[in-house]
């Protein structure tokens, strides 16, 4: 359909066509160079920017030569040849004051992504559900997939005919598939891989309980616990290497044991003790959880908010380490995002961590990073890979400030933004009330 085309010259306020959700929007440098993209806000000194890529910048006045907004007639969902979603917004729908909970405006956004990124996943190749830059690699696509299927069973119409329980079908035969093979490419990952596919068919046993899918989760319960290296966790691999183990798959490995024990799966008291025992470890001084157990390290927010999730939400942990734990992520919610690997997963285990603390915790991190979601979101309903940093904190220096481990957070780029837009999803989830990794340990949902 044909577009209308809006040049403003010079630093005149934008047209309502030019900053609007459905918009499209090309600046031109006075440098001769051109960016495409999203205007998220504009002041009298700058213009807040997000490049088609997802990047953020700030640009200045006497750096713009042009601004023109090239203006859609109607939104452009992702395709989706069999289902349309609704559309993504509705005439009139304000945020609420507890956004993202008990908000019509953000259930129905979340929705249109969620919808959206379903009908992408349902046309794919069944090797690769999940359109990540790294293709048909299993030791991603398990992890993707798991955290899709978890979200979309905490929206509870997976078990009814639909797309949602299409594509929570579409990725269990992937993922049950994948989940204890033994292949090259996995080697590497292996540990992760199994964590959580255990994690999510534990989570799908809770909905739709059967012999046959019990018995495999207590295979893969057995898997995990030969991998365990000693008392300090688990790490990439299941043979013991010169890296070791490290805090963040732990998070994952625990969770995955507590999650399949709660279904009646048989786990090792011992195990489970000793993974819950390590990553209090991690815990320092300050609060912050380092990266390793058995040797200290930077402490960082979000791993932080992952060993308080799982401490919380599967061990009832209420500790003196945990009430350290959780003072530290409070001190510095505002850097959630910004941890090692991926910043993604660092900011939804602070959401996760949050939210098994306490209502408080919860509503002051969403209050903190409401914002921080929604202008990661683009208009297509997917979401973009943020350049979020590295962040950690000297455990005995905590009022020095943090220092930035410089090449630590590829793996997001490397990824892509169908990486992004599951993990995005899951926080968003955390904050609306509906995720089953938030919920009590009894399993009924609640604040």
């Keep these: 359909m044909p577009r209308r085309h809006a040049v403003i010259a010079g630093w005149l306020v934008l047209t309502a066509a030019a900053t609007a959700g459905n918009a499209e929007v090309v600046v031109h440098l006075k440098n001769g160079r051109s960016l495409r993209g999203e205007v998220v806000e504009q002041t009298t000194r700058s213009l807040r920017f997000r490049t088609a890529s997802g990047i953020m910048t700030e640009l200045k006045p006497e750096d713009i030569r042009s601004i023109e907004a090239d203006v859609p007639s109607s939104p452009r ?80 119409d997976a078990n009814r005919p639909g797309l949602h329980q299409r594509t929570v079908l579409h990725l269990t035969k992937y993922v049950s598939t994948w989940a204890e093979r033994e292949h090259t490419w996995l080697r590497g990952h292996r540990t992760w891989t199994v964590a959580f596919a255990t994690l999510f068919l534990s989570e799908l046993h809770r909905m739709a309980p059967s012999a046959a899918l019990r018995r495999k989760i207590q295979r893969l319960v057995r898997l995990l616990a030969s991998a365990r290296q000693g008392a300090e ?24 044991l507590a999650s399949a024990k709660e279904q009646g799966v048989a786990v090792d008291e011992k195990d489970l003790a000793a993974a819950y025992a390590g990553l209090r470890r991690s815990i320092g001084r300050s609060g912050g959880a380092s990266y390793y157990t058995d040797k200290r390290s930077l402490v960082s927010v979000g791993r932080t908010g992952g060993v308080l999730w799982v401490l919380r939400r599967y061990a009832g942990d209420e500790r003196a380490e945990v009430r350290r734990g959780l003072g530290f992520l409070m001190r510095h919610v505002d850097s959630a995002p910004h941890g090692h690997a991926s910043g993604l997963m660092n900011f939804a285990w602070a959401a996760l961590g949050a939210a098994a603390s306490n209502p408080t915790a919860h509503r002051r991190f969403w209050e903190t990073h409401h914002e921080t979601l929604l202008k990661a979101r683009r208009r297509t309903g997917e979401f973009a890979v943020q350049p979020w940093k590295d962040l950690g904190w000297h455990d005995y220096a905590e009022s020095d400030g943090p220092g930035e481990a410089k090449g630590t957070t590829w793996p997001d780029p490397m990824y892509g933004d169908a990486w992004a837009t599951v993990w995005m999803l899951l926080a968003w989830q955390v904050g609306r009330g509906r995720c089953v990794l938030a919920r009590p340990p009894n399993g009924v949902a609640g604040e």
């Design 233 to 256: 966790g688990w790490g990439h691999t299941f043979q013991r290497t010169g890296y070791g183990p490290f805090v963040g798959v732990t998070i994952w490995c625990a969770a995955a």
């Design 77 to 156: 969902p992702w395709p989706a040849p069999r289902s349309r979603p609704a559309g993504p917004t509705a005439p009139g729908l304000e945020h609420s004051k507890r956004c993202p909970a008990d908000c019509r405006l953000c259930e129905q956004m979340f929705r249109y992504s969620l919808d959206s990124f379903c009908a992408q996943v349902i046309t794919r190749p069944r090797q690769a559900p999940i359109a990540v830059k790294l293709g048909a690699w299993p030791a991603l696509q398990v992890p993707a997939c798991s955290v899709l299927g978890l979200v979309l069973l905490g929206e509870g």
